[in-house]
């Protein structure tokens, strides 16, 4: 079995920065992608960003030149860099596992999950 436990999460100003973390244990396992993404109250889950195992980098729209996803394969853990946050970007982000391709953006296609850490961005 996989766990995901994200980290990180808080209330910040608008404009301000956060870094998820999320990290794997567990049995070993070698995902397609990792993932993140994030549901609003009243909204439905929505892509954030991902990184696949050879590295290549996939965001949503919304997040470009805001958000960097990365990695660090030895302590199985993946990052989301957050900065310029608006209150838009006011969500539960939860982290997610890819297990095999090709990639997809659609939420329940990802078989592992962490609960959550909430981010809140004040205007």
């Known amino acids: 079995q996989v766990q995901l436990v994200e980290s990180g999460g808080g209330l910040v100003q608008a404009g301000g920065s956060l870094r998820l973390s999320c990290a794997a244990s567990?049995?070993?396992?070698?995902?397609?992608?990792m993932g993140w993404f994030r549901q609003a109250p009243g909204k439905e889950r929505e892509f954030v960003q991902a990184?696949?195992?050879?590295?290549?980098?996939y965001y949503t729209d919304s997040v470009k030149g805001r958000f960097t996803i990365s990695r660090d394969s030895a302590k199985n853990t993946v990052y989301l860099e957050m900065n310029s946050l608006k209150p838009e970007d006011t969500a539960a982000y939860y982290c997610?596992?890819?297990?095999?391709?090709?990639?997809?953006?659609?939420?329940?296609?990802?078989?592992?999950w962490g609960r959550g850490t909430q981010v809140t961005v004040s205007s």
């Open positions: 567990g049995r070993t396992f070698s995902p397609y992608a």
């Open positions: 997610a596992a890819l297990i095999s391709g090709p990639f997809t953006t659609v939420w329940n296609e990802f078989r592992y």
């Open positions: 990184i696949s195992r050879s590295g290549t980098t």
